[in-house]
């Protein structure tokens, strides 16, 4: 890779000295910034909502800018208060008690928001999932959560199959009354109305259960993996040295519902601090986007590189019809992010991009680009202090720089899954080269101690010259002038282990013919190893992707094997 850097302009970073402070940081050292530390009383909602309401300086501060669709509502520190107390005691009055789970499929509304608090408020286990879930993956979830309570929408209700699932037997709707609501359903609007704005908080050990977030198992299926309340203190310290956030910051964290991204930094991590968040719903034009930042003053926006796709797109011209200049730090996380995108989103705003690295099994930022230090475009930068990470080869040996492995972080930190829920076998997967807590995820690190994202540990290639990411060879691939787009999979081969198909998506001005097909084959081998070249290669006219514009291997994989799939 080439080893280009941009160099920070900043003086006035929250984090000013990445290399002491990480040499020194221990996870205690943060315990102070917390009333529990004092009142030896815990509970998230507390720390990130309550002890704000509770300071006649912050109390009115807004804790929530909401804007989508022509609605627009403010709700400060106060509010919130007052809105989760509410729905805690609905909550409490429907039965629900300390571990039970209650799921929310909704949008990015502020609903969603108060939900989150208001659960966390009973000591209620908060399941989120995607809003964009259909039936069956709602049903799957639910039914392996025995989720007792649902917060949907009217929207989304139609959605839920409650009578085969046996432990739902409560169901809270915003908006109208619908045709596929029955007995066990209420309207948000109406219980809200009638509660009670006061409520004691249900105490909690910090290892009690906060969340579970469903991800996408080994074996394809989904699992629930088990955050706790202790996870503030990664909150805190990444909004802090990542986010760079500070008192007056109006922070927007564009992510889809049901991400872990959305649930942490949208809400909790930047409440801790007590910073004002901005919510609205998707970004499609850079108009869209540059209105929202001049209209609410936003300063730090943490997103996905999609958005910053439709920021470079929109070139200069656009950004400069716009008041913008409250923006001062850009984060991205998801996927990696190319060189040309960050140069070219640095030329229309004039601010580099910073990349991060994070799991829903890490649960937080882990891995990250700081504002006090350099960026090395392509680069996911350093760990987070506090965190231990290695790259280790199949046998747990740590590997030498600019060697593909598997990413491993010392387990302990705050933030760490602490178990799959009903699943503790597939748990062990995680933690079975002890002390280390295995990512999945495969990378290298250079000489500088930077990490280089490789993409998936199953999606690895062993080669004679080592294990080589289907990332790397569909970035070679993606150089040829002839390619639009590329997409590999590997093909189960129990005489070659190694084989794999490129599906590939050419210019217009290139003919998908046998020589081409060949010249490909050659372009890798020359650029990466013999030992990884296709063994096939398919064009076409697209490639399937998923709604954030990425390449959907799994629908590839699907194809190819003749498997029914269905992209929910």
């Given at each position: 890779?080439?080893?280009?850097?941009i160099?920070?302009?900043?003086?006035?970073?929250?984090?000013?000295?990445?290399?002491s402070t990480?040499?020194?940081f221990?996870?205690?050292?943060i315990?102070?910034?917390?009333?529990?530390?004092?009142?030896?009383?815990?509970?998230?909602?507390?720390?990130?909502i309550d002890?704000?309401?509770?300071?006649?300086?912050r109390?009115?501060?807004?804790?929530?800018?909401y804007?989508?669709?022509?609605?627009?509502?403010?709700?400060?520190?106060?509010?919130?208060k007052a809105?989760?107390n509410?729905?805690?005691n609905?909550?409490?009055n429907?039965?629900?008690k300390k571990g039970d789970r209650v799921?929310?499929?909704?949008?990015?509304?502020?609903?969603?928001?108060?939900?989150?608090v208001g659960?966390a408020k009973i000591?209620?286990?908060?399941?989120?999932l995607?809003?964009?879930?259909?039936?069956?993956?709602?049903?799957?979830?639910?039914?392996?959560?025995?989720?007792?309570?649902?917060?949907?929408?009217?929207?989304?209700?139609?959605?839920?199959?409650?009578?085969?699932?046996?432990?739902?037997e409560?169901?809270?709707?915003?908006?109208?009354?619908?045709?596929?609501?029955?007995?066990?359903?209420?309207?948000w609007?109406d219980?809200?109305?009638?509660?009670?704005?006061?409520?004691?908080i249900e105490w909690?050990?910090k290892?009690?259960?906060?969340?579970?977030?469903?991800?996408?198992?080994?074996d394809?299926?989904?699992?629930?993996l088990?955050?706790?309340?202790d996870?503030?203190r990664?909150?805190l310290?990444?909004?802090?040295?990542?986010?760079?956030?500070?008192?007056?910051?109006?922070l927007?964290?564009n992510?889809r519902?049901?991400?872990?991204?959305?649930?942490?930094?949208?809400?909790?991590?930047?409440?801790?601090?007590g910073?004002?968040?901005?919510?609205?719903g998707?970004m499609?034009?850079a108009?869209?986007i540059?209105r929202?930042?001049e209209?609410?003053?936003?300063?730090?926006?943490?997103?996905i590189?999609t958005?910053?796709?439709?920021?470079?797109?929109?070139?200069?011209?656009?950004?400069?019809?716009f008041k913008?200049?409250?923006?001062?730090?850009?984060?991205?996380a998801?996927?990696?992010l190319?060189?040309d995108l960050?140069?070219?989103?640095?030329?229309?705003?004039?601010?580099?991009?910073?990349?991060?690295?994070?799991?829903?099994?890490?649960?937080?930022?882990?891995i990250?680009?700081?504002?006090s230090?350099?960026?090395k475009?392509g680069?996911?930068g350093?760990?987070v202090?506090g965190?231990q990470?290695?790259?280790?080869?199949p046998d747990g040996s740590e590997?030498?720089p600019?060697t593909m492995?598997e990413?491993?972080?010392?387990?302990?930190?705050?933030?760490?899954?602490?178990?799959i829920?009903?699943?503790?076998?597939?748990?062990?997967?995680?933690?079975?080269?002890?002390p280390?807590?295995?990512?999945?995820?495969t990378?290298?690190i250079?000489?500088?101690n930077?990490?280089?994202?490789q993409?998936?540990?199953?999606?690895?290639?062993?080669?004679?010259?080592?294990?080589v990411g289907?990332?790397?060879?569909?970035?070679?691939l993606?150089?040829?002038?002839?390619?639009?787009d590329?997409?590999?999979?590997k093909?189960?081969?129990?005489?070659n282990?190694k084989?794999?198909?490129?599906?590939?998506?050419?210019n217009?001005?290139?003919?998908?013919?046998?020589d081409?097909?060949q010249e490909?084959?050659t372009y890798?081998?020359?650029?990466?190893?013999?030992?990884?070249?296709?063994r096939?290669?398919q064009?076409?006219?697209?490639l399937?992707?998923?709604?954030?514009?990425?390449i959907?291997?799994?629908?590839?994989k699907?194809?190819e094997l003749?498997?029914p799939?269905?992209?929910?």
């Open positions: 890779m080439i080893d280009n850097k160099e920070p302009k900043n003086s006035d970073a929250n984090l000013i000295n990445y290399s990480y040499s020194s221990s996870w205690d050292h315990n102070s910034e917390f009333s529990w530390s004092v009142t030896h009383k815990l509970n998230i909602s507390y720390e990130a002890r704000h309401a509770e300071n006649p300086e109390a009115d501060k807004n804790c929530l800018i804007s989508h669709g022509g609605r627009n509502l403010n709700i400060s520190f106060r509010e919130m809105l989760s509410k729905l805690a609905v909550l409490k429907m039965g629900i799921f929310l499929f909704l949008p990015r509304t502020p609903e969603l928001y108060i939900s989150m659960c000591g209620a286990i908060i399941v989120p995607y809003s964009d879930y259909m039936e069956g993956a709602v049903h799957e979830r639910m039914l392996n959560g025995s989720g007792k309570a649902l917060i949907t929408s009217t929207r989304h209700r139609s959605r839920v199959l409650d009578k085969e699932l046996p432990d739902l409560h169901i809270i709707v915003i908006g109208e009354h619908d045709h596929s609501m029955n007995d066990k359903d209420v309207l609007n219980v809200m109305d009638k509660a009670s704005d006061d409520f004691e909690v050990d290892d009690f259960p906060l969340f579970l977030i469903y991800t996408s198992g080994h394809g299926n989904p699992i629930g088990i955050h706790t309340h996870s503030m990664g909150y310290a990444t909004s802090r040295w990542v986010l760079d956030l500070k008192d007056n910051d109006v927007w964290t992510a519902p049901g991400w872990l991204m959305n649930v942490v930094y949208s809400a909790f991590a930047p409440w801790l601090c910073v004002t968040t901005f919510v609205s998707k499609e034009t108009e869209q540059y929202h930042i209209k609410n003053s936003i300063t730090v926006m943490y997103t590189p958005v910053y796709k439709i920021i470079m797109e929109a070139g200069k011209k656009t950004a400069g019809s913008i200049q409250s923006l001062r730090h850009l984060v991205s998801l996927e990696p190319n060189s960050i140069y070219s989103v640095m030329n229309i705003l004039d601010l580099a991009i910073h990349d991060t690295w994070w799991t829903a099994e890490t649960g937080m930022i882990t990250a680009n700081y504002r230090m350099s960026i475009p680069y996911l350093k760990p202090p965190i990470i290695a790259i280790l080869d590997v030498s600019f492995g990413v491993a972080l010392k387990a302990g930190w705050p933030c760490m899954a602490k178990g829920w009903k699943n503790d076998n597939g748990y062990m997967r995680y933690i079975k080269k002890k280390w807590f295995m990512s999945g995820d990378a290298f250079d000489h500088d930077y990490f280089v994202y993409g998936r540990a199953d999606t690895a290639i062993i080669t004679a010259a080592g294990r289907i990332a790397e060879i569909e970035s070679t993606k150089l040829h002038p002839a390619v639009t590329a997409g590999i999979v093909i189960p081969d129990p005489d282990e084989r794999i198909k490129a599906f590939i998506s050419l217009s001005n290139y003919e998908p013919t046998d081409l097909r490909l084959m890798v081998s020359n650029h990466l190893s013999p030992d990884i070249v296709p096939e290669i064009f076409q006219e697209k399937p992707k998923d709604r954030d514009g990425n959907s291997h799994r629908i590839l699907a194809g003749g498997i799939f269905k992209d929910i």
